[in-house]
């Protein structure tokens, strides 16, 4: 009996004890078992000098996905999401430079036009032959840019409340940034952790404050960076967003967003539904800014909804 309870209350008193004298271990844990569940690996590959961290699961044989986080994001915002996609689809999530394990060399250009083609370049190392792109946020505004710059090299293209254009409707974030001198997506410290929680979930999860410099260690070491690349990509979208450009966008498209995204108006919806020809799209009435990790299973049912009706040929 006593050998029994031991069995028990070992794994219990393990994790306690991470969670109270080592966090960092737990939280890479977590992590670890998220991977996977999602039949995830973590490989890298040298693209221009340059190392890229990125997530691989599926079956290489069978449709690919490559799907691109967002800012101050990295390729494990796609973790909850690829148990529901890697066993019909090969699916990479990579790092981008700026982000996760990438290079964080605050001397790299950040605009769209140059991490569109860094994510090109990405693609044709590993040699990945028209993929079906995905991203959120600043990654759909990558994928959308992909799907304009290379309309030949994917074979098509899914937005996740996507960055890169203008709705009929200001979000919270427009309005707070609008005088340019505040970043409500930089943390000012552990503090502000759970306003900015606020911001990007509709309905925030309870994070222990004890995982808490954990999680956010990078957010805080790279802010400074990080409000830099946030105010280069939030200066183009003002002065240069794609709305004039979605006709140029030839391949099939998918978008997803939720209602309550307080980053993006859901109004882009309407904005894309019109510039993109024959686009398809599915609002979330219970999801923020991030479908893929607020209700991974009814967002990857969307897409494989979606892609299904594609007749491209595995990659």
């Not at 028209?130 to 990558?142: A, L, Q, T």
């Not at 925030?204 to 957010?219: N, W």
């Amino acid at each position: 009996m006593k050998i029994l309870l031991i069995l028990l209350f070992a794994p219990l008193i393990a994790l306690t004890l991470m969670y109270f004298v080592f966090p960092g271990r737990l939280v890479a844990l977590g992590r670890a078992l998220l991977r996977q569940r999602g039949r995830m690996v973590q490989k890298s590959v040298t693209v221009d000098g340059r190392s890229w961290p990125y997530l691989e699961g599926g079956d290489p044989a069978k449709p690919l996905l490559l799907l691109v986080h967002g800012f101050a994001g990295d390729k494990d915002n796609w973790s909850m999401i690829a148990p529901y996609l890697t066993r019909d689809y090969h699916v990479i999530a990579p790092d981008l430079p700026g982000f996760g394990e990438n290079e964080r060399n605050p001397d790299l250009a950040y605009d769209l036009g140059a991490q569109t083609a860094r994510l090109k370049q990405f693609a044709d190392t590993l040699g990945l032959n028209r993929p079906h792109v995905g991203g959120n946020s600043m990654g759909g505004w990558i994928a959308l840019r992909y799907a304009i710059d290379y309309p030949d090299a994917l074979a098509s293209l899914i937005l996740l409340n996507n960055a890169g254009v203008n709705g009929a409707n200001e979000s919270d974030l427009q309005k707070q940034a609008a005088d340019e001198t505040y970043n409500p997506l930089v943390l000012a410290g552990l503090e502000d952790a759970d306003r900015l929680v606020s911001m990007v979930v509709h309905k925030p999860p309870y994070i222990p404050a004890r995982l808490k410099p954990v999680l956010y260690a990078d957010a805080l070491k790279y802010r400074d960076q990080l409000d830099g690349i946030f105010w280069t990509i939030a200066t183009e979208g003002r002065d240069q967003p794609l709305n004039d450009r979605l006709g140029e966008v030839k391949v099939p498209t998918l978008i997803i967003w939720g209602r309550h995204d307080r980053l993006l108006d859901v109004s882009c919806v309407a904005v894309l539904e019109a510039g993109i020809a024959g686009s398809q799209s599915h609002i979330f009435e219970h999801v923020g800014h991030v479908p893929m990790i607020e209700d991974p299973k009814a967002t990857a049912a969307v897409m494989k909804a979606f892609l299904a009706q594609q007749t491209v040929a595995p990659a």
